[in-house]
């Protein structure tokens, strides 16, 4: 595919091996185009890793970020799960919002939280707010001391973040989907790495082992689950797609 930009005619040109097409440099389809080939180059160069929540590094895209701000605060969740804790700016930000909401907690799981990565957690003024668990998430053990934390009748929403393999994820969903209550959602982040399979820093497996195909799979098997993007609180554009690294990540139980 190419990807052609003339700022002097204001026009976008794509070719592929079907056909050549054309559009206004100034249009939703060249938009959507052009961002998608800035969300590979982005990822290679590694931008998500230039920012921070609240003095923890988030290694997430700001898009993403608005995007799970905006349905936190629409279901105000009592419990925020996530799998994969690395720096913990994830956490923190799930914190604030808690606290902004004055309502809920959150727990994260990693396979190895890093010493100075807790203590800087722990030592964080959202602290409060966060409890850490040190495990594989799909160990029956650990699955079972986050489910015996869950109280009867509580809101939970859980976000999948750290294997990214297909059978990880898979595992993840098939553990934890469980706690989704009705309305929230179980979340397959990364799913992006299916179109990252050809970048530099990319592998050739990507292409079929990705958090997407775990999403898709399980969506077959569960009818109580949509893959769905979350609407848009407010918009007034004529774009409907998300810029993201979490293509059809969201399943929403119904």
Same mark, same amino acid.
Request: charged share 25%.
């Given at each position: 595919?190419?990807?052609? %930009? /003339? ?21 939703? +389809?060249?938009?959507?185009? %052009? ?8 990822? =290679? ?10 003095? !923890? ?6 898009? /993403? ?14 419990? %925020?799960?996530?799998? $994969?804790?690395?720096? $913990? ?28 990565? !807790? ?10 707010? %966060? ?31 750290? =294997? ?7 595992? +993840? ?54 893959? +769905? ?18 293509? !059809? ?6």
């Amino acid at each position: 595919m190419k990807l052609i %930009i /003339d700022t002097d005619a204001n026009q976008l040109t794509l070719v592929d091996t079907r056909a050549k097409k054309e559009f206004s440099l100034y249009s939703k +389809e060249a938009f959507e185009l %052009i961002s998608g080939q800035w969300l590979k180059v982005g990822w =290679n160069e590694k931008y998500p890793y230039t920012f921070s929540w609240m003095g !923890r590094p988030i290694i997430q895209l700001p898009e /993403d970020i608005l995007r799970a701000q905006e349905v936190i605060y629409r279901i105000k969740p009592d419990v %925020i799960l996530e799998t $994969g804790v690395a720096h $913990g700016g994830s956490l923190i930000l799930y914190a604030s919002l808690c606290k902004a909401m004055e309502k809920g907690r959150v727990i994260g799981i990693d396979v190895e939280i890093r010493p100075h990565n !807790r203590r800087a957690i722990e030592a964080h003024e959202l602290s409060g707010y %966060i409890t850490l668990v040190e495990g594989s998430s799909i160990d029956p053990r650990v699955v079972e001391q986050v489910k015996s934390t869950i109280r009867p009748g509580e809101t939970v929403l859980v976000i999948l973040d750290s =294997n990214h393999s297909k059978q990880h994820v898979l595992d +993840e969903l098939n553990a934890y989907h469980g706690l989704v209550t009705r309305g929230s959602y179980i979340v397959a982040t990364d799913g992006s790495m299916k179109d990252l399979h050809d970048v530099p820093r990319g592998k050739p497996d990507w292409a079929w082992d990705n958090p997407t195909a775990a999403a898709e799979e399980f969506a077959q098997s569960h009818p109580e689950f949509v893959i +769905e993007q979350p609407l848009w609180p407010f918009n007034e554009s004529r774009l409907t797609d998300n810029i993201t690294h979490w293509p !059809r990540a969201w399943l929403r139980r119904i």
